[in-house]
């Protein structure tokens, strides 16, 4: 974009024979350059365009008929007027040209006249609308985003119908620009998570963006930690819930996901579903999940600090119970643990890279026959094999991937901790985590409310649910403009029993 | 130097997060072995020495209080140099720092004493020192904000250690107490001079004052915080005395740990493992706030960075408590810590309160400007 910015001379008017010159010196070696001139009675007039980018019925039944069939004569002002599409504009630099003419524009330029005729007429191949693949709902709608930004807008204005919905065009990249959409409700996000966003987006000089996780990485508040700051959502049901609660989201063209902001630790645990359920199973889920987080960072490390160090804690019939199934395994128990570990991570790899078919049956090989196979041999003991399932199968009930890789990744450092120094070691780790996750922050705002800086509002959104009534609030640690949500109701009034 | 405190409105914290500040600090590794030196002194009304105590921190902490309301936003670097001048506002104020240095130093090595007595004995104290002061390293430099943070988080992190208790209570035998009331008063008075160690740290609140939000709350979380801690010794102490034997609670050295023995759950046989390695949580916030305020200390007395004070006091105190491995070496640095502090924490500010007062009348009285100005 930046580049030829500066030398924008005059390129109209030009004879249609030196413009066709020029645009196919412009797109040398690229055979899609469509170029034609047509002549009526001393007037000539050109028609070019990208041919694949653009519908060929469209042009030829809506433009070059009425064109050639009219009978007045060829001005921009006629043409215009003849033409019975809405799009039509007039371009006057070259640069223009070039760049519009990349997403599925039609241009006529009619000769000696100071300015183009452009049409978009764009076709654009996109995949249809299909359920998520990575977050998966029980209740609620299942619709996932796709690469095309116009569907992605689309599917999210079903959802909030109001001018008060802001969808932000803002352009990222160097060399090849692509567009990204800030979204919000006007009367509800907080105008300095704005700002911040918009100047963080702004302020970017990258070449080119891959893909919206990739920008949420440069944007990031801090890119040394390992949890990510940002929530990425492959759902516009997910997405929407953050947008009508005063956050921000990041839609970017061509790629599925979308990225919300701030976004605190408790919110990668949120699902939607928690509110689709009644309230006590929304507790209920939400709790499995944060014991979940529990097991899967602490329950192999802490077999390897009792096993190693602290075998006094167990009491004595477990005691045996592990010792029997431990008696010919040959390794330490961290080295044990640590093989087991690295088997599970390589079972899920696998059946990640895969596709769907066949990584089921490597999940079934992988951890029925090995498994097994593992034990028999005595390379590991049984009881080991269940704690590590346990924990891997825990860290799959985060609902956000981006989180759950995060958690299992802890688990490794935690693991060697409990190895060398047992206990001490965890505790070490723990600590670290917590001061660690005390300092983040995500678009400014902590990363660990409404636990510090304390918000007692918000722990019956954050940790668990209420009854529908004592959720009329926003969150207030998202400072949203407007806290109320609904009114409680109280038209119930006290009765005493038999009245 | 300024007298006032001039603190960003970003850095501010709100005052009921004194609560945790100052019943956290108080209960620090002092508490681990408390009961036992009050019982030395005063016997089976060792309660009432820590009421006693407790009544009298009251007292010390009303006079701070009222010291810090005289002044805008002054912490007692500041309100030193206001009294006494220049160079011996300086001087007190580097005392201050190396109280809250040795107390650091005490804590430390203390901790893990206590871990090479419960967990592992051939434990390199090395190690340990390195992992603990890479903790305060890194939550120092997350400022006060993170501080506080760690200290609220820490705070219900570790409450549910008193749960554990029931066991021991269970067991009490309430004819340890009586004779009631046998103790004379140089006995209580003794007894509760004891606990110094174990309650100090509430000094704190003069160097945290100027940066809390809504000074006209501090009283309330500050009481508080006094009443709690209060409460959990006294609590210790009783069940202590009631659950051991006059001989044993003689001899044992960390009592209140000992206390966890007994308690089991069918999965878990061992509490007291678990306890002293979750007492980590306990230690590593005492630790965070010293540092902090040792830090910050240095650079209003001498304007030098507080990274550059962290960094170095870490590694010297790493050093530090590498070498010190002697048992008796580490109780008497305990011990002139605690009598060091003494002075300094109970006694200072009950002398400090009539001077601030004169200075505020003779400074009206000669027609000069407020004090707080």
């Known amino acids: 974009m930046r580049k030829g910015k500066n030398k924008s001379s005059k390129l109209f008017p030009i004879s249609v024979d030196k413009l066709k010159t020029l645009m196919e010196s412009k797109f040398e070696n690229n055979p899609d350059l469509s170029f034609t001139i047509f002549e009526k009675s001393e007037a000539r007039i050109a028609v070019f365009y990208i041919s694949y980018l653009v519908e060929p019925e469209m042009v030829e039944q809506f433009m070059l008929k009425p064109l050639l069939d009219g009978k007045s004569k060829w001005t921009n002002q006629s043409i215009l007027n003849e033409i019975p599409l809405r799009s039509g504009s007039k371009i006057e630099k070259l640069e223009e040209i070039l760049d519009k003419i990349l997403i599925g524009e039609v241009y006529i330029y009619v000769e000696n006249e100071d300015a183009a005729l452009s049409y978009l007429l764009d076709k654009k191949e996109k995949r249809d609308l299909t359920q998520a693949e990575t977050e998966s709902l029980v209740l609620g709608p299942k619709v996932a985003f796709t690469e095309s930004m116009i569907t992605n807008l689309n599917i999210v204005r079903w959802s909030i119908r109001s001018t008060d919905l802001v969808l932000e065009k803002i352009m990222i990249g160097e060399r090849f620009p692509r567009e990204a959409r800030l979204v919000y409700v006007k009367s509800l996000a907080d105008e300095t998570d704005i700002n911040t966003m918009r100047q963080r987006l702004k302020e970017l000089e990258v070449d080119q963006i891959e893909d919206s996780s990739v920008l949420m990485q440069y944007i990031e508040d801090s890119s040394l930690t390992i949890f990510p700051q940002f929530y990425l959502t492959e759902l516009p049901d997910r997405f929407v819930y953050a947008i009508d609660k005063g956050r921000i989201g990041l839609l970017v063209e061509n790629s599925p996901t979308a990225t919300i902001a701030p976004s605190s630790f408790f919110s990668f645990f949120e699902s939607t579903e928690d509110l689709y359920m009644r309230w006590h199973a929304g507790t209920f889920l939400r709790s499995v999940r944060f014991i979940a987080i529990f097991l899967s960072i602490f329950l192999t490390p802490l077999y390897v600090a009792a096993t190693t160090f602290h075998y006094e804690i167990i009491p004595i019939k477990e005691l045996l119970t592990i010792g029997n199934s431990r008696a010919i395994v040959p390794f330490p128990p961290i080295i044990e643990v640590l093989i087991l570990e690295f088997f599970i991570e390589l079972l899920r790899e696998a059946g990640a890279r895969l596709p769907t078919k066949i990584g089921q049956t490597i999940g079934i090989v992988g951890g029925i026959v090995i498994g097994t196979a593992a034990v028999q041999a005595g390379i590991t003991s049984n009881f080991l094999i269940i704690l590590v399932a346990i924990s891997a199968l825990a860290s799959f009930t985060i609902p956000n991937y981006l989180m759950s890789t995060a958690i299992r990744i802890i688990r490794f450092p935690m693991i060697i901790l409990g190895g060398l120094l047992g206990l001490i070691g965890i505790m070490f780790g723990t600590c670290f985590l917590l001061i660690h996750l005390l300092k983040i922050k995500s678009l400014g705002r902590p990363y660990l409310t409404p636990i510090y800086p304390f918000r007692w509002e918000d722990l019956n959104k954050a940790l668990f649910r209420l009854p529908i009534a004592y959720q009329s609030k926003r969150f207030y640690s998202y400072q949203p403009k407007d806290i109320k949500r609904y009114k409680k109701n109280k038209a119930k009034t006290k009765k005493d029993i038999d009245e | ?373």
């Open chain 2, 1 to 373: 130097m300024d007298i006032n405190v001039k603190v960003k409105s970003n850095l501010r914290i709100q005052a009921f997060y004194l609560f945790f500040l100052i019943s956290f600090i108080q209960i620090g590794v002092g508490i681990m072995g408390v009961p036992r030196f009050i019982f030395k002194e005063s016997q089976q009304d060792a309660w009432i020495s820590v009421i006693l105590a407790s009544c009298f921190i009251v007292m010390v902490i009303s006079a701070m209080l009222f010291i810090l309301k005289q002044y805008e936003n002054a912490d007692i670097l500041g309100i030193q140099t206001d009294l006494f001048g220049k160079w011996l506002g300086k001087l007190l104020g580097t005392i201050y720092i190396i109280h809250f240095i040795l107390a650091f130093l005490s804590v430390i090595i203390t901790y893990i004493e206590v871990l090479k007595i419960f967990i592992a004995p051939n434990l390199n104290n090395f190690v340990v020192a390195l992992l603990l002061l890479s903790l305060v390293v890194y939550s120092v430099r997350g400022g006060l904000q993170a501080i506080v943070g760690v200290f609220f988080l820490f705070f219900f992190l570790s409450i549910w250690l008193l749960g554990l208790l029931v066991e021991p209570i269970r067991f009490m035998h309430f004819n340890h107490f009586q004779p009631m009331f046998q103790a004379s008063f140089t006995e209580l008075w003794k007894g509760a001079k004891a606990t110094s160690y174990t309650f100090m740290g509430f000094e704190i609140l003069f160097f945290v004052y100027p940066f809390i939000q809504n000074k006209q709350k501090v009283r309330f979380p500050t009481y508080l915080a006094i009443i709690w801690s209060s409460m959990i010794v006294l609590i210790l102490t009783v069940i202590s005395i009631g659950y051991f034997s006059r001989d044993q609670l003689l001899k044992l050295e960390w009592t209140v740990l000992d206390m966890f023995k007994i308690q089991n759950l069918t999965f878990i046989e061992r509490f007291d493992y678990i306890v002293i390695a979750e007492w980590m949580m306990v230690v590593v916030p005492n630790m965070i706030l010293l540092m902090w305020a040792i830090t910050y200390g240095i650079k209003r007395l001498y304007q030098v960075k507080q990274k550059t004070t962290l960094y170095i006091l870490a590694i010297v105190i790493l050093i530090a408590s590498t070498f010190i491995d002697d048992y008796f070496l580490i109780r008497k640095i305990i011990d002139s810590v605690a009598e060091f502090g003494f002075w300094i924490v109970y006694v200072y500010p009950l002398l400090l309160l009539p001077m601030v007062l004169i200075k505020k009348r003779w400074k009206r009285k000669s027609g000069g400007r407020d004090l707080s100005h």
